[in-house]
């Protein structure tokens, strides 16, 4: 059995270099995912906090109509699930059909007594922005959901939702990037002085 960071490590490949048409796509992913829950993880609202950007979901054939089709409809690296522990909530953000409409759902959660790894989860307003103009607020109001924490480290969350959902999120990759980026140019405007 592989480490927790070889885990981690091959999971990543896979999404983000593995061919998704490729039939040991789904079945990669499902094997880190299995190696890294064996970890027994808990919920820690430290390490939760922040922002959060998908990038693999896999829907049940449980899940909600809307979650299916904000998975179709969605633009690539474009979807977050932010957590605000201080709040007790967390944000699902989801920019769809090519950027014309951003969709959001406001969910309060708590621990669960007994339950380490799960968070309760009450979906308290949801919304669509059309063309950053426009915004419908949803009839989506869900009480009773959870989410199961099946791996957490400072970049990397992997969980089950109450359908049977699993959703694999690291810290946004593009202010990452830009960060290191700007550390690099002051770095380099510093020698030049």
Same mark, same amino acid.
């Given at each position: 059995m592989r +480490?927790? &960071?070889? +885990?981690k490590e091959k999971l $990543? !490949?896979?999404i983000l270099k593995g061919d998704e048409q490729s039939p040991s796509y789904l079945q990669d992913i499902t094997s880190a995912i299995q190696e890294l829950s064996a970890s027994k993880c808990k919920f !820690? @609202? *430290? =390490?939760a906090d922040g922002e959060w950007q998908l990038v693999f979901q896999q829907d049940s054939s449980d899940s909600p109509a $809307? *979650? &299916?089709? =904000? /998975?179709a409809t969605e633009d690539s690296g474009k979807t977050f699930a932010n957590f605000d522990v201080k709040e007790g909530v967390f944000y699902n953000k989801a920019s769809v059909l090519s950027g014309v409409a951003d969709l959001q759902a406001t969910v309060k959660f708590d621990t669960v007594p007994g339950k380490e790894e799960r968070i309760s989860?009450? %979906?308290t307003d949801a /919304?669509? =922005? %059309?063309?950053n103009f426009l915004t419908i607020p949803l009839p989506l109001r869900v009480k009773g959901g959870w989410l199961d924490f099946l791996y957490l480290d400072k970049d990397l969350r992997? =969980? /089950?939702g109450n359908r049977g959902g699993i959703f694999v999120h690291v810290r946004p990759i593009i202010p990452a990037m830009a960060i290191v980026f700007l550390q690099q140019l $002051?770095? !380099? @405007? +510093?020698r030049l002085t």
């Open positions: +480490s927790a &960071k070889e +885990s $990543l !490949d896979v !820690d @609202s *430290q =390490t $809307l *979650q &299916k089709f =904000t /998975r989860c009450d %979906i /919304r669509v =922005t %059309i063309a992997v =969980t /089950r $002051l770095a !380099d @405007s +510093s």
